[in-house]
Nanobody, 122 residues
Framework: QVQLVESGGGLVQVGGSLRLSCAAS????????MGWFRQAPGKEREFAAA????????YYADSVKGRFTISRDSAKNTVDLQMDSLKPEDTAVYYC???????????????WGKGTLVTVSS
């Protein structure tokens, strides 16, 4: 069982930046592909970004490409999401996710964190 705990959410102005972090409990962190999803008020949860087990390949939704950067630190068992040039439509609860491969982590992750709220004010 992998436990995921997000941190770093908060209130930021349009055009600002925020960095989310997700800490994983699993000793075999390196065997999991990691991802971030988000759920805006009144909308379904959607994929935002993912990174492969080795950290070589990253994936982004079109809506965040060029503004968000995902990274992982295997020594610390963490995966971060750097969010720049934030827009009001980025307001959402952001969830960390884990799965055994890069396809699954983008579609049907096996493990989820509880989420952290990001609010972008105009």
């Amino acid at each position: 069982q992998v436990q995921l705990v997000e941190s770093g959410g908060g209130l930021v102005q349009v055009g600002g930046s925020l960095r989310l972090s997700c800490a994983a409990s699993e000793r075999t962190f390196g065997t999991y592909a990691m991802g971030w999803f988000r759920q805006a008020p009144g909308k379904e949860r959607e994929f935002a970004a993912a990174i492969s087990r080795g950290g070589v390949t990253s994936y982004y939704a079109d809506s965040v490409k060029g503004r968000f950067t995902i990274s992982r630190d295997s020594a610390k068992n963490t995966v971060d999401l750097q969010m720049d040039s934030l827009k009001p439509e980025d307001t959402a609860v952001y969830y960390c996710a884990a799965a055994r491969n890069s396809v699954a982590v983008r579609r049907t992750p096996d493990y989820w964190g509880k989420g952290t709220l990001v609010t972008v004010s105009s």
